[in-house]
């Protein structure tokens, strides 16, 4: 189970967010919505510990929590196995074989990532999620240069995950096919200092 309870974060010390509370269980998916700017980076990097909370409390268990956002996390001059590879082994896992098959990309596997495609890379970038072994993926916008098909091909691999007891949070604007994902719009949660003239704070620079 993820939870996260009265939660309050900030970018380049400045408050985005205060007050927020939510949780997830085997299963479940959480999607996050609000305007450019509104803190959705921000949540999720602190969700997955990248950065403090300025107040309250996320629990989860250790080593339960695989982030992916705009950075692919790839080697240029590996290939797309010895990628998976390197981060099956960086997680203890093995079986990178389901992660070539599920982001289709087996006809791919002797390449070198750095001759791939911007999708290519994607797709190699998020195969590392199923890599991890992980139960709670927190995705920031996972489906970035990907057409329509892969983005198809993403969804049924978040599907699998929840369908095996996984658990998603994510911030996305594009349809992944899943129904059943709860939503939670950010914007009430704007703290008082990210306000437009509160604070001394200007809100277009957030």
């Given at each position: 189970m993820?939870?996260v309870?009265?939660?309050?974060?900030a970018?380049?010390?400045l408050?985005?967010l205060?007050?927020?509370?939510f949780?997830?269980e085997?299963?479940?998916?959480?999607?996050?919505?609000g305007?450019?700017?509104?803190?959705?980076?921000?949540?999720?990097r602190?969700?997955?510990?990248?950065?403090?909370?300025?107040?309250?409390?996320?629990?989860?268990?250790p080593?339960?929590i695989?982030?992916?956002?705009?950075?692919?996390g790839i080697?240029?001059?590996?290939?797309v196995?010895?990628?998976l590879e390197f981060?099956?082994?960086i997680?203890?896992?093995r079986?990178?074989?389901?992660?070539?098959?599920?982001?289709?990309?087996?006809?791919?596997?002797?390449?070198?990532a750095?001759?791939?495609?911007?999708?290519q890379?994607?797709?190699?970038?998020?195969?590392?999620?199923?890599?991890?072994?992980?139960?709670?993926?927190?995705?920031?916008?996972?489906?970035?240069?990907?057409?329509?098909?892969?983005?198809?091909?993403?969804?049924?691999?978040?599907?699998?995950h929840?369908?095996?007891?996984g658990?998603?949070?994510?911030?996305?604007?594009i349809?992944?096919?899943?129904?059943?994902?709860?939503?939670?719009?950010?914007?009430?949660?704007k703290?008082?200092?990210?306000e437009?003239?509160?604070?001394?704070?200007?809100?277009?620079?957030?």
């Open positions: 993820l939870s309870q009265g939660l309050a974060c970018r380049g010390g408050p985005l205060e007050g927020v509370s949780a997830l085997a299963g479940q998916a959480l999607v996050l919505r305007p450019n700017g509104c803190g959705k980076t921000t949540l999720l602190t969700v997955a510990g990248l950065q403090p909370e300025l107040a309250g409390e996320i629990s989860a268990a080593d339960s695989a982030y992916a956002a705009h950075a692919d080697k240029g001059t590996l290939s196995r010895e990628n981060w099956a082994a997680y203890g896992t079986g990178i074989e389901t992660a070539l098959e599920q982001m289709n990309l087996g006809a791919l596997q002797d390449r070198a750095q001759n791939l495609s911007a999708g890379k994607r797709r190699l970038g998020l195969a590392r999620l199923i890599v991890t072994g992980r139960p709670v993926w927190v995705l920031d916008e996972p489906t970035v240069s990907l057409d329509v098909a892969s983005v198809a091909l993403f969804g049924a691999v978040v599907r699998a929840l369908a095996q007891g658990m998603a949070l994510m911030a996305t604007h349809d992944l096919g899943l129904p059943e994902a709860a939503i939670l719009d950010l914007s009430p949660y703290a008082r200092f990210a437009p003239g509160a604070g001394g704070f200007d809100g277009a620079f957030l």
